[in-house]
């Protein structure tokens, strides 16, 4: 069975830094490329970031480029994403998501606050 | 950015019904489109991709059909459990997803 769980949410000031984690089983990690989406408060969707396979190419959206790092550990399953200079429009449930087109498999999400 | 225009934003509907959902994009995603549900408090699940591809898992009462720049989600035979906000989603180019359908018993 697929799981993507998500740890490393929590309440963050604006302009400070955040690094969520993302544990994934039940697939073989590297031969997939994996990907962040946010959902504001009783908002939609919104793709966050795509990494390749091999974690030699990334891709962000013009919102968090510049600001958010997508990394991988195929060594230990594990995907990230490094948030700097948050600001209260990142506030949201950031979601693990397999693949890079369509999304198959979801974690349950954590839960980011920017706010003073 | 491809823009994803996803109408109506809300509906409502009767058991046994049968409901139409739209997406329109704003130039060709050439059948690069999925469907998502999301129920309260919990994750979005795949139901459609490539437009017409059912998700394994996903009822057959559920139907993607769609091309170039217009697509839409029918759902056969309404149940309960179908009460959701539904989103669309294009892959053609980077993912953009539409602002979604709460759907609601009538």
């Known amino acids: 069975e697929v799981q993507l769980v998500e740890t490393g949410g929590g309440l963050v000031q604006p302009g400070r830094s955040l690094k969520l984690s993302c544990v994934a089983s039940g697939f073989t990690f590297n031969n997939y490329w994996m990907s962040w989406t946010r959902q504001a408060p009783g908002k939609g969707l919104e793709w966050v970031a795509s990494?390749?396979?091999?974690?030699?190419?990334?891709y962000y959206p013009d919102s968090v480029k510049g600001r958010f790092t997508i990394s991988r550990d195929n060594a230990q399953n594990t995907l990230y994403l490094q948030m700097n200079s948050l600001r209260s429009e990142d506030t949201a449930t950031y979601y693990c998501?397999?693949?890079?087109?369509?999304?198959?498999?979801w974690g349950q999400g954590t839960l980011v606050t920017v706010s003073s | 950015d491809i823009r994803m225009t996803q109408s109506p934003a809300s509906l409502s509907a009767s058991l046994g019904e049968t409901v139409n959902i739209e997406c329109l994009a704003s130039e060709d995603i050439y059948s690069d489109l999925a469907w998502y549900q999301q129920k309260p408090g919990k994750s979005p699940q795949l139901l459609i991709y490539?437009?017409?591809s059912l998700q394994n898992g996903v009822p057959s009462r559920f139907s993607g059909s769609g091309s170039g720049t217009q697509y839409s989600l029918k759902i056969n035979s309404l149940q309960s459990e179908d009460v959701a906000t539904y989103f669309c989603q294009q892959y053609n180019n980077y993912p953009t997803f539409g602002a979604g359908t709460k759907l609601e018993l009538k």
């Open positions: 490539n437009a017409n």
């Open positions: 990494i390749t396979n091999s974690g030699g190419s990334t």
């Open positions: 998501t397999r693949g890079d087109n369509w999304f198959a498999y």
